[in-house]
């Protein structure tokens, strides 16, 4: 029995900030769903290219779309994002004429956000592309793992 021990705490390695570091890296949610997401992102990224569109663009033109409360606070609580990160996201389109942003006539504090028509045609064009990418990238990232991560993570 005492020689199992002895052999079995052999086999560990040895606790050094490099071996923990490692664990990190290699078991924290954070920083590997971080790492997923910037892979997704940049695959995205490449297939939309074209488009003149990146992932991020075409994911806020799709839930400005979606939305039915078309003001800027539901669409930074439904793409998670702060209303600061969110509306320097959408400078972007609204230079490029793809939104329009206004205030809400009804409450002046807050601003309401849709496609324009320029916006609505680039997003239909955009789809069919995003189809065939987001096909292929499920052949490698299965759609129901990424769907049941969103999920799951809503919790937190």
Not at 16 to 43: H, Y
Not at 78 to 105: A, M
Request: proline share 2%; hydrophobic share 45%.
């Amino acid at each position: 029995m005492y020689m199992h021990i002895s052999m079995t705490l052999a086999k560990q390695p040895k606790k050094t900030l490099r071996t923990d570091a490692r664990a990190l890296v290699e078991n924290c949610a954070g920083w590997n769903s971080r790492l997923a997401a910037r892979r997704i992102t940049a695959f995205l990224d490449r297939e939309l290219a074209d488009l003149g569109l990146t992932a991020a663009q075409l994911g806020l033109m799709a839930q400005i779309a979606a939305l039915t409360d078309d003001t800027l606070g539901a669409l930074a609580q439904r793409s998670g994002l702060e209303q600061s990160t969110l509306s320097r996201n959408l400078r972007t389109l609204e230079r490029e004429q793809l939104i329009e942003i206004t205030l809400v006539e009804t409450d002046l504090r807050r601003r309401a956000v849709w496609l324009t028509e320029t916006g609505a045609r680039r997003l239909e064009a955009a789809i069919p592309v995003w189809r065939e990418a987001q096909a292929r990238l499920a052949q490698v990232v299965p759609t129901d793992i990424v769907r049941q991560l969103v999920d799951q993570s809503e919790a937190l």
